[in-house]
């Protein structure tokens, strides 16, 4: 084995010329930057090569004299290859110790790969939550219906939605006004008191626009009364208010001062169907000292479970006057009675989809 040096300006001119030179079988053992002088740096590189013995017979031809590759330098002795070779030595010990250490971490690694994974086992073994049991001593539905009513139709020229936030009232404000312009005919305005939201005037002054109802926005709600007197020329007042936590209490008791002296007012409590029923009855209470008049269940086509549609009437001695069921304005919007209520509480509810079929959802 020989070993021999080549230099270029750059790690690919050398490896070049090596190819050229020597071919696949070479074996680099070193590389290191050097100074070329006047050209600068440079990069140099020894190579063992497998060299043939030269045959000492005098007939030796001269193709078959030893190998000396164009460009290189002259062989070395085993000084110089020790010499080489040494570091090479120590870069593999390096390596060895680096591999010993990446195994003892990826062991660490493992170790951690199992706990997780049992811990991953555990939580797939856990029981999921039981679904909430039904109250033995709860009623059939048939038999709370005859409590008091549970449905009622709503016929009072001013109707405020109040509720928490998130429930859909700005949408239902609108669905409710296009009702009364195009169903019912009626002079028809929409007066908003949702000056909190960001967007809450521009999305409701859309849909007025569209309707071609009359927006109103209310910065001052303090002399509500007297301003809802100047709109004496309408027969339909819809008032848009802004969601709030039950937890809330100096809002919603503004919301009550605001609403002193109105005449001929309804307050519907606005509520999801997906809302559970202790959440349902927290915000019941806490509205309550508005005076609530009406439950307006939103969503029912984002819900599973419908007895409430019975059961929180009921519960709460407050009928419910409208049912939304999707997002379109105005038609995703229902008018109940008592048998319909019941029906989807039973039955479930029919959604339309895209393709204009029906999906019976919440069905027993």
Do not use: W
């Not at 490896?15 to 050097?34: C, F, H, P, R």
Request: glycine letters at 6%; proline letters at 5%.
């Amino acid at each position: 084995m020989k070993i021999l040096k080549y230099e270029g300006s750059n790690m690919r001119q050398a490896l070049a010329q090596i190819k050229e030179e020597l071919g696949e079988n070479a074996m680099i053992v070193s590389t290191k930057d050097i100074r070329r002088g006047l050209l600068g740096r440079g990069v140099e590189i020894s190579v063992a090569i497998e060299i043939d013995e030269p045959d000492s017979s005098p007939r030796q031809s001269a193709s078959s004299r030893p190998f000396a590759p164009r460009g290189a330098g002259f062989g070395l002795q085993d000084t110089d290859v020790e010499r080489i070779m040494g570091p090479l030595r120590s870069e593999l010990r390096s390596l060895r110790s680096m591999m010993r250490a990446a195994s003892s971490e990826s062991r660490g690694n493992d170790d951690i790969r199992r706990e997780i994974s049992a811990m991953r086992k555990a939580i797939q073994e856990l029981k999921p939550p039981a679904p909430r049991p039904q109250d033995k001593r709860e009623k059939p539905l048939e038999s709370v219906m005859g409590n008091s009513p549970i449905a009622a139709r709503s016929n009072a020229r001013v109707i405020a939605l109040v509720g928490p936030t998130g429930v859909g009232k700005t949408t239902t404000i609108a669905k409710l006004a296009a009702n009364a312009v195009f169903r019912d005919q009626l002079p028809t305005a929409i007066v908003t008191l949702d000056t909190y939201r960001v967007g809450g005037e521009e999305q409701i002054r859309t849909y007025a626009d569209l309707i071609g109802a009359p927006l109103f926005v209310l910065q001052d709600s303090r002399n509500l009364s007297a301003q809802l007197r100047e709109l004496g020329m309408y027969d339909k007042i819809f008032i848009d208010t802004a969601g709030r936590s039950p937890q809330d209490v100096p809002a919603i008791r503004a919301l009550r001062s605001n609403f002193e002296g109105v005449k001929d007012l309804e307050v519907h409590l606005t509520l999801s169907l997906t809302t559970p029923r202790n959440v349902i009855d927290a915000n019941h209470r806490r509205y309550e000292e508005i005076g609530v008049d009406r439950i307006l269940f939103t969503k029912l086509d984002e819900s599973i479970e419908f007895d409430e549609l019975v059961r929180t009437p009921s519960r709460l001695q407050v009928p419910i006057s409208f049912v939304t069921t999707g997002q379109a304005v105005p038609e995703d919007l229902e008018y109940v009675t008592e048998e319909s209520l019941l029906e989807y509480a039973q039955r479930g509810f029919r959604l339309n989809t895209d393709r204009g079929s029906e999906i019976l959802v919440g069905a027993a």
